[in-house]
DNA sequence: CCGCCCGATTGATAATTGTCAAGCCGCACA
DNA sequence: TGTGCGGCTTGACAATTATCAATCGGGCGG
């Protein structure tokens, strides 16, 4: 049986819940490529032709304009991409890199809106798949216009904190590139600002980051459920 | 039949193809409110206990934190809000008051819950909406990170300039203090930054913006379709 | 083991954006 | 027709952030 190559697959909470006959149609003609480090996978403006979902590595979405370009979030294994433009049947609006050796799945756009209309249980789970990155999306959006630099710096510290189970020392997942324009700032703006977490407890060497005082960083930071909380939402 | 109340909303995009029973269902205990300007009818964090719909006025969508507020979407007749936050049963990730005396039609966040888990023209509707959000908010971050907030502006403008029909002279859809917060600056600098157009072709006096040079403001604004681009999409 | 390359850091400087204070202007209202 | 309020504008200044250039330093291939 030709599903067995995506059983890693079948059990996202994307599809789960959908019938075997559709999962099967969904993945007719769907396939598995292993792309090597930094390999731009998709350029924005180009059309949706699959879905994708990352099965092992990490993928960088990231746009462009006039010669700038901002890194919009980093993906790990698991989770799926381009899905409002494979609805839409509409472009991408973010171009997508390889930033290790990575797997991924590619389900034909094609299947994925006509199985959307056949499968309830599927179509339940692109909106709530859907419903989870705009809000993350807004959160997102919040942080940067609501904080300054060094204040999204802390958060992201802290944030990164929680995910390595409230560990105090811990290494940054990416470059600090990358951060710095997933922070929306310059690479060396990124430097000065590790410099300034150091009065409020942050100590950097390297990809090593140590919280000294927690207290304190969470004082100068300031989380909030409404920008920070990412419950199963994405972000680097 | 209580439903005629509700007819302005039946042909919207979201609930035009769903069953008239489960319209009914839908709109069973929903109700029209009048609202004064300027009232703050949602605040972040609450629960989610209506979909909101503008029958007719104005409504913005804001969010606050340590003191700061900005403005991230104007909606206006026909607009749904609160879509998102209803379906996952989440808080509220914006606060939203009224720019004018609005009429908003409330539709218990239940009701969307079970009404959408029943009839899929329904799901189909609300998936639709969904991407087009995420898609928007997407081109709002890209606009922020990318470009400054000059270039914002003139993209701004000629954004207004398409939606009046491509007329070269038009008002302001919105106070400019707001319009400074949705393009993430201060009003002092939005003020300045009108000026700094003047070279590139635009004229201001009061509300009314003149475009005296449509080809010089195109070149310096390099409006993107990736970014600009806002068929049917939400912005103030 | 050496040298190279690339990313990170640092310094100097400039551009952008924000803050504070004051004055202006149009509009609503008495 | 004043009068006052709120929002807009302007100026001076400060903070933030970017840019450019140079150096540092770690990892990798030869």
New binding site residues.
């Given amino acids: 049986m030709s599903a067995s190559r995506f059983d890693s697959i079948r059990d996202l909470p994307l599809f789960a819940q959908m019938h075997q006959d559709s999962f099967d149609a969904l993945t007719h003609g769907a396939f598995v490529q292993n792309f090597p480090p930094n390999m731009v996978m998709i350029s924005e403006g180009e059309p949706a032709d699959f879905l994708h979902i990352v099965q092992d590595g990490c993928v960088e979405l990231f746009s462009t304009w006039n010669n ?1 370009e901002t890194s919009v979030t980093t993906l790990y294994k698991n989770s799926t991409f381009i899905l409002a433009a494979t609805i839409k049947d509409r472009p991408n609006l973010m171009s997508a890199r390889t930033l290790q050796k990575s797997r991924i799945v590619m389900v034909p756009s094609e299947n994925v809106r006509t199985v959307f209309r056949q499968d309830s249980a599927f179509a339940f789970a692109i909106v709530d798949e859907l419903a989870r990155c705009y809000r993350a999306t807004i959160k997102n959006m919040k942080n940067l216009k609501l904080r ?3 204040e999204r710096l802390a958060n992201y510290v802290l944030k990164q904190h929680h995910r390595h189970g409230d560990a105090l020392a811990f290494d940054l997942p990416i ?6 324009s997933y922070l ?12 300034n977490l150091k009065p409020h407890g942050v100590a ?1 060497s ?1 990809q090593r980051i140590e919280i000294l005082d927690l207290a304190a960083l969470t004082a100068y930071a300031k989380p909030d459920r409404l920008i920070d909380d990412t419950t199963a939402e994405q972000a680097p």
């Fill in positions: 700038h300054s630099s060094l470059e600090k590139r990358r951060l710095a929306g700032m310059t690479p060396e703006n990124l430097s000065r600002a590790f410099n950097v390297g």
